[in-house]
């Protein structure tokens, strides 16, 4: 293993302190303990070493950039371009000194450090190794105030995700960084193990991660069969995006061990993927081919899953598209079956009535949505509510194709009653009447088209935030409300009738 700058090198090797003679008095234990955790932490510190040193399995690396793979590591050139995408470079912010600068404060040795590499998931959260918030570790000095190390969650804001940051084979030089804020930190180490969740907001440009680079699944149980191949795609050293693939050689204890995969300093928190299908099966977290694993080891995608709060615990990634990099388009034309649920509105100071007088007048309701369309199908039981005004239409089909940029592997998100063309009444609901009202199902963890209430034990919440938040970001309309009565997703507000799907209401 190299140590260099712009990765997370090895640290030092030092002489453990060697304790007085025990003597039974509270300020002699008190030191003794003392002396005690800081030889805790030297040995912290050498077992990290020994067991991250020869990263490398072999005399050489082997590992590839991603856009000059010649195909020959075990996984083809398709499956890369395809998923090495939503991979990104966390990296420490530059301007560390000016954040830390009043007295009592250090910036530490991090400043601008390209530190480990992680994974796009649903709903814009980056999935990565926990140790890149620890507060120690690594032989580096975290910022800190009054001589205490920040907190990880500070930790995690005083950085970014790089995207794209990869060997361009026609210049030979390194795509510019595409970067993206770290909102916060969502789940770190919880239960013990080494994984972190992270969310993030939208580049300079405005534009959001998912959208732009799409996520990966997380594969609904642990791949245990030995001999599959693996794939890790990676930014070691801090280095540009490159692969290098190896087989399972064991699965145990909520671990993956790999012996034939190259990793260094910067790999942590890299995506391992299934050759199969390109489902994340683990989190790269530690090296070890000559340490003492003999080989290099991640936290297994099922450990991670038992232990999140966030993650459903059999979340199926149901292949809808055959081939998602040539099919666009889903076929709608035998609508799903669904008695027609009650939209009530809530009435009061503003009700949902009130809210839409501004709207056009009811004869601009007037386009149907297309019966065919990206990243969507019709559940309608009456194609004749299915009318909208011109950029409520525009607005759900950029809603469908965004949301088919970050889930190419499906499921599709299922659009319900609109309005009825020209406008009024549509009995039984007491809204949908200006086609600015689009009904939306949840989503669910098996994929299947079919009707769900968040009560259910298939309710995909973690699918229907990521919709929440997709349905905001389209830049046709903005979003007035979205009622919904779980109450545990974030931009919802709850409304009777209101179990099985959600209601946007847009407005101009």
Known sequence: MFEKRNSLPFPPQGQSPELEPSVETRDNLVQQREALMAQVEELDNLITRVSSNETLCGHTDDSQDVEKYDGTLGVTKDFVNQ?????GQLQWQENL?????????????VEGKRWCTGCLIEGDKFLTAGHCFDQTGGGWQRPSRGNKVISPEEIA???????????????DRPRPDDRFPIINLLEYREKGLDYAIIQLGRNEAGESPSGKYGTLNLSPQDLT???SMLCVIQHP???????????????????????????????????ILAEKNGNVVGVHTNGGCSGFSGANVGVSIGAIRGASNLLDS????????PNPADVETVDNETPIELEDTPCFSPLGEESLEDLILEAVPFPA??????????????????????FGLTE????????GELWFASHRTGPVIGIGNISKKGGGPVPPHSSHQTGLDVDFRLLRTDGARIGITFHHPNYSRTRTQALVNTIKSNPILKVKLILCNDNKLQGVQPWPGHDDHLHVRFSK
């Open 83 to 87: 998923f090495s995408p939503p991979v």
């Open 97 to 109: 000194a000016d954040l830390f600068s009043k007295e009592g404060e250090s910036p530490g040795n």
């Open 157 to 171: 804001t005083l950085m970014h995700v790089n995207f794209n940051f990869q060997i361009d084979p026609t210049t």
């Open 225 to 227: 069969h030995i001999g």
């Open 237 to 271: 050293n801090g280095n540009p995006k490159k692969i290098e693939a190896g087989p399972l050689i064991d699965h145990k204890k909520g671990q993956l061990f790999y012996d034939d995969i190259d990793t260094q300093g910067g790999s942590s928190g890299s995506p």
């Open 314 to 321: 059999a979340e199926s990634p149901v292949i809808i598209f």
């Open 365 to 386: 309701v007037d386009t149907q949505l297309p019966i065919e369309g990206t990243g969507y199908y019709s559940y309608s039981q009456f194609r004749e509510k299915q």
């Open 392 to 399: 409520t239409i525009e607005a759900i089909k950029k809603i």
